[in-house]
């Protein structure tokens, strides 16, 4: 189908546009981003005046819960709010139930994401067999199956020789290892941030030396192996620093935050409030300022959703006992355009840590209006004010902060490869 849009406010962060003008799309594909094309003839047209017209977001870390946690979410389910927060690429992590450790899963995976047609879904494969942390992958036969990287999701490594193993494996088929840097026996049986609140509510610590050691430790070994290493959902200052430090030093690291740790802290848990139980947690205001300082420098090249849906029980336990994690998918856009008026960003820059920089990561051709590239494209109304609550979201999970917020920027079309998969009108 032909279609134009036309009249929007283009952001292309991958080629530096940022302007008032139209998009031409033609078999699926981006014809060309003018102010005229002579010839074309357009099937539909989508009048997108006062509007965002954006690349589809791609989004780092996002949780689909099938294959063995439908109860709490499916890719159609998922895929489908995915679609309706302009997200039109997302990577799941290994810890599905069978784990992600098998080209047969992968495939299953992807060949379901295919029949819903919501969204582009990538694999992240295991880098140890069950996600043991033991016994390491057929990395050569995940990557063969379309894995976009490996990692061994919230587990941690049996000890670091298993670790330098996994990088020097991984290195070898020239694939990014993701890295959830957290040590074990630092962070124990915690669940929030250590501090003056989980002093006061009596709740079990995770210190902010859980990270900065497990961060130190694996930039040792990633200088050691040269592995592409990428650090995922990092939520302390000083951690961000030791990754600043060796992206200047020339280790090929990146990192990414989730967009909750840009907005809250360890404050807002409140009185045992099970919604802000995430993983990591929620830091001090200090750490919070730390990172959005380093989403504006360009250190954090990448602010993801780390979607994880549940069921309504997992967080109707006492705080400790609850299941961690938020349903971010819808929230992600909204959250990044609040974050570029208060963080003083140029909007280019922030949609460009949900669009290029994590396609640049994971190596696919997405997050940009190049002519020729696949018609992955959203329209957002920048001005439109919507309510975060359970009838408002599409995801199965309503466990988020957020509830009741009142956001800015909701998504009004987005089209797959230039078919529409969803439109508010």
Not at 204 to 222: D, K, M, S, Y
């Amino acid at each position: 189908m032909r279609i134009l849009i036309k009249n929007g406010r283009v952001i292309d962060p991958a080629n530096r546009l940022d302007r008032v003008t139209n998009v031409y799309i033609a078999g699926g594909r981006i014809e060309a981003v003018a102010d005229s094309l002579e010839g074309f003839e357009a099937e539909r047209t989508i009048d997108a005046q006062g509007r965002l017209v954006l690349p589809g977001l791609v989004d780092l870390a996002a949780r689909l819960r099938e294959p063995g946690f439908e109860h709490k979410g499916t890719i159609a389910s998922e895929t489908r709010a995915a679609a309706a927060a302009g997200i039109t690429s997302l990577v799941t992590p290994p810890d599905t139930d069978p784990v992600i450790d098998t080209p047969a899963v992968a495939k299953l995976i992807r060949k379901t994401a295919q029949l819903a047609g919501y969204c582009h879904v990538y694999s992240i494969g295991a880098a140890t067999q069950k996600l043991g942390g033991e016994h390491i992958s057929e990395m050569g036969a995940l990557k063969a199956a379309g894995c976009v990287g490996v990692g061994n999701a919230l587990t941690p490594f049996k000890n670091p020789l298993v670790e330098k193993r996994v990088m020097e494996y991984a290195a070898t088929f020239d694939l990014t290892l993701f890295l959830f840097s957290e040590d074990p026996s630092l962070r124990h049986n915690g669940c929030v941030h250590e501090g003056a609140i989980s002093t006061r509510l009596g709740l079990p610590g995770i210190p902010e030396a859980a990270e900065t050691v497990a961060v130190a430790r694996n930039l040792a070994l990633v200088a050691d192996t040269g592995v592409r290493a990428h650090f995922s959902q990092i939520s302390t200052a000083k951690a961000l620093q030791m990754i600043a430090r060796a992206q200047y030093d020339g280790l090929p690291v990146s990192v990414d935050v989730a967009a909750h740790h840009l907005f809250l802290t360890d404050m807002d848990i409140g009185e045992f409030d099970s919604q802000c139980h995430v993983r990591p947690p929620l830091r001090h205001q200090r750490d919070l300022q730390g990172l959005r300082e380093g989403v504006r420098k360009g250190t954090v090249g990448v602010i993801c959703s780390d979607h994880q849906p549940h069921e309504a029980d997992a967080k109707l336990r006492p705080f400790r006992e609850t299941a961690s994690g938020i349903s971010g998918l819808e929230t992600l856009l909204p959250l990044t355009l609040r974050l570029a008026e208060e963080n003083r960003m140029e909007l280019l820059d922030a949609i460009a840590r949900v669009t290029t920089a994590p396609a640049k990561i994971i190596g696919i051709e997405a997050g940009n209006l190049s002519p020729g590239a696949s018609a992955d494209v959203t329209v957002v109304d920048p001005e439109q004010y919507w309510r975060v609550t359970p009838a408002n979201l599409l995801s199965r999970g309503h466990n988020t902060p957020f509830r009741d917020w009142d956001m800015k920027g909701r998504v009004s079309h987005t089209l797959l490869a230039g078919e529409l998969v969803f439109s508010r009108t």
